[in-house]
C-alpha cells in the first residue's frame, strides 16, 4: 500500500502542475477573446462610419449638382427674360402699324394728299427702323408652303398658279421678334 500511496501524491502533484497553467491560460485566452472581439466591434464601428461618410459625400455631391443647374436655369431665364423684354410693347404696337400701311394704301390712290402721305410714310419707316433695332422682323408668307408654326390660315381659295398647301395671299402680316413668333401672318391658303 505504500507504493500506492506516493502515485497518488505524484498524481496529485502532476494534476496540479497541469491545472496551473490553465488557470494562467484562461485569461490570457479570455483577454484575447475580448481583443478579438473588440477589434471586431471596431472594425465594424469604422465601415459603418465609412459607409455615413461615403453617403454624406454623395448627399453632399447631388445638392452641388442640383445647384449648379439652378444657377444655369436661372441664368437662362434671366437671359430669355432681357432677350424679349420688348416683347409686350411691340405687340402691342403691331395694331398701329396695320393702321399705319392701310393708311399709306389709302393715300396712294388720292393724290390730294400726296404730303401729308410723305409725312407718315417718313414717320411710319422711322417706327419700322426702331423696331427693327429691337429684333422685330415682318414674315414673307407669300408663295411659301403652309407652315402651323407661323401662318394662320383664314382660307382655302383654289388656285391654278400654286400647288395644294402653298399661301397663296397675305390678309395680315406676320411679324417674329429675334427668333420667336409673336404673331403667326393670316393668310389664305390654294387647295
Do not use: C, W
Amino acid at each position: 500500500m505504500k507504493e500506492t500511496a506516493p502515485e497518488t501524491v505524484e498524481n496529485s502533484e502532476a494534476a496540479e502542475a497541469s491545472s496551473a497553467p490553465q488557470s494562467e491560460q484562461e485569461p490570457a485566452a479570455e483577454a484575447e477573446a475580448a481583443e478579438a472581439a473588440g477589434d471586431t466591434a471596431a472594425q465594424a464601428e469604422i465601415e459603418r462610419l465609412r459607409n455615413e461618410l461615403s453617403e454624406t459625400q454623395q448627399r453632399a455631391l447631388r445638392a452641388q449638382a442640383d445647384f449648379d443647374n439652378f444657377r444655369r436655369r436661372t441664368q437662362k431665364e434671366k437671359e430669355e427674360l432681357a432677350k424679349y423684354a420688348s416683347s409686350k410693347l411691340i405687340q402691342e404696337l403691331l395694331p398701329v402699324i396695320d393702321n399705319f400701311e392701310r393708311a399709306l394704301q389709302a393715300s396712294e390712290d388720292n393724290p390730294e394728299f400726296e404730303s401729308f402721305s410723305k409725312g407718315v410714310n417718313m414717320i411710319f419707316r422711322q417706327l419700322e427702323q426702331v423696331l427693327a433695332a429691337e429684333g422685330l422682323t415682318a414674315m414673307n408668307s407669300v408663295g411659301q408652303p403652309f407652315n402651323p408654326e407661323f401662318h394662320q390660315a383664314i382660307m382655302q381659295v383654289e388656285s391654278d398658279e400654286h400647288e395644294e398647301g402653298i399661301v397663296v395671299e397675305e390678309v395680315q402680316k406676320g411679324y417674329m421678334l429675334k427668333d420667336k413668333v409673336l404673331r403667326p401672318a393670316m393668310v389664305k391658303v390654294s387647295m
